[in-house]
C-alpha cells in the first residue's frame, strides 16, 4: 500500500546528531519530490527540507535541494532511490528542535501540485540533556 | 519568505454549524494553496488543494475558496469528526509556509 514509515527518532543531547529514516512504498519514489515537515510540541506545523526527484533541472544554484532558514547550515536531506528511502542528517541539534518530525510527498512535481497528499506517521524528537 | 495568518485561532461551534476559517498570504498566492486537518497524535489530512479543489474521500460539506491573498475553508453542518486543528499552506514558494492554525472545539 501507499505509505511512509518514519524512524530514527529519539533522546539526543544538545549538539549531538541524529539521522532520520523515512522509508516509501506503494508508489514510485524516484519520481517524487520529498519533504520533511515537524511540528514542535503543541505547535504549528513547520516546513523544513526538500529534496528533487531524480532527473529533475536542479535549481539555479546547481543544487536539488532547499532547507528552512531555521536548519539550513545543520541539516542535510539525502535520498537512497534503490531501497526507496528519504535521509535526514542532523546535526548540531538544540532544544527548539525537538519536534514530530514528518516525511511528505507532494502530488506532483510541478508548481501547481506540490501540496502535500501523502504523510507519514511522524518520528520524535526530544534534544534534552 | 511569504507568511501566513489564519482567524480565528480557536473557534467554539457545535455538531450542524457552518463554519468559516480565514486564511491570508503576506503576497498574493495565486491559488497554491492547500488546507489540512490534523487531530491529535495523527499526521496532517490534506483536505483542499488549490485553493479549492476537494481532495478525494474528502466529504462534500468542506469547501475551500479565494485566490490571491485571502482564502477560506468553510465546514458545512459541522460533524462530530470534524472536531480538529485546521492549517492553510502556500505552495508557491519554497518556504512552503503553513499557517498557525485554527482549533475547532465544541461551544
Not at chain 1, 530514527?8 to 508508489?27: D, K
Not at chain 1, 513547520?46 to 532547507?67: L, P, Q
Request: with cysteine; proline share 4%; hydrophobic share 30%.
Amino acid at each position: 500500500q501507499v505509505q511512509l514509515v518514519e524512524s530514527g527518532g529519539g533522546v539526543v543531547q544538545p549538539g549531538r546528531s541524529l539521522r532520520l529514516s523515512c522509508a516509501a512504498s506503494g508508489f514510485t519514489f524516484s519520481s517524487y519530490d520529498m519533504h520533511w515537515v515537524r511540528q514542535a510540541p503543541g505547535k504549528g506545523l513547520e516546513w523544513v527540507a526538500a529534496i528533487w526527484y531524480e532527473g529533475r533541472n536542479k535549481r539555479h544554484d546547481g543544487s536539488d535541494k532547499v532547507y528552512a532558514d531555521s536548519v539550513k547550515g545543520r541539516f542535510t536531506l539525502s535520498r537512497d532511490n534503490s531501497n526507496n528511502t528519504l535521509f535526514l542528517q542532523m546535526n548540531s541539534l538544540s532544544a527548539e528542535d525537538t519536534a514530530v518530525y514528518y516525511c511528505a510527498r507532494p502530488a506532483g512535481s510541478s508548481v501547481s501540485w506540490r501540496y502535500f497528499d501523502l504523510w507519514g506517521r511522524g518520528t520524535l524528537v526530544t534534544v534534552s540533556s | 519568505d511569504i507568511q501566513m495568518t489564519q482567524s480565528p485561532s480557536t473557534l467554539s461551534a457545535s455538531v450542524g454549524d457552518r463554519v468559516t476559517i480565514t486564511c491570508r498570504a503576506s503576497q498574493s498566492i495565486s491559488n497554491l494553496l492547500a488546507w489540512y486537518q490534523q487531530k491529535p497524535g495523527k499526521a496532517p489530512k490534506l483536505l483542499i488543494y488549490k485553493a479549492s479543489s476537494l481532495e478525494n474521500g474528502v466529504p462534500s460539506r468542506f469547501s475551500g475558496g479565494g485566490s490571491g491573498t485571502e482564502f477560506t475553508l468553510t465546514i458545512s453542518g459541522l460533524q462530530p469528526d470534524d472536531f480538529a486543528t485546521y492549517y492553510c499552506q502556500q505552495y508557491d514558494s519554497y518556504s512552503f509556509t503553513f499557517g498557525p492554525g485554527t482549533k475547532v472545539d465544541f461551544k
